[in-house]
């Protein structure tokens, strides 16, 4: 009887999991296409949208190094406190605190791969800036 309680509550788990993730893909979706209608709308009017208006609507100005660093942050943050986690655990089982400390080990080298490649798409962004202006003399 137990077991297929908690196969009903894994069941539910995943489920509401994948509700949310559908909904955010199609949130996604239905904002993608008000953003394109108004660019149609505007110009169907006549009127003729600047570049930044455009680059605001479209997504252009997205800076993927700026959300690595985010992500990589808040990844370094986490491991303390999976750390932490594992000495509360230790005081009534002592044989979790190595294996937390190796989670917390990983989360921390994941956080840190996160912020080195922010760094490096950072340098790779800037030099590429740099060879446009110097081939387009700007």
Same mark, same amino acid.
């Given at each position: 009887? #137990? ?21 955010? *893909? ?6 993608? +296409?008000?953003?394109? +209608? ?5 110009? #169907? ?30 990844? *370094? ?40 490649? &922010? ?7 800037? &030099? ?11």
């Amino acid at each position: 009887m #137990e077991s297929g309680i908690f196969g009903l509550a894994a069941f539910g788990f995943w489920m509401f999991v994948a509700a949310v993730s559908v909904g955010g *893909i199609w949130d996604g979706v239905r904002k993608r +296409e008000a953003e394109h +209608e108004t660019l149609r709308r505007m110009i #169907e009017s006549g009127k003729t949208p600047d570049q930044d208006l455009v680059d605001k609507l479209l997504g252009h100005k997205k800076d993927p190094a700026r959300d690595l660093k985010v992500a990589g942050l808040i990844v *370094i943050f986490v491991a303390p406190g999976l750390a932490f986690m594992g000495w509360v655990i230790s005081l009534s089982k002592p044989d979790a605190l190595m294996p937390l400390f190796g989670v917390a080990g990983l989360v921390a080298f994941v956080g840190i791969g996160l912020l080195t490649a &922010a760094r490096f798409l950072d340098r790779a962004t800037n &030099a590429d800036a740099a060879k446009n202006r110097d081939i387009f003399g700007q």
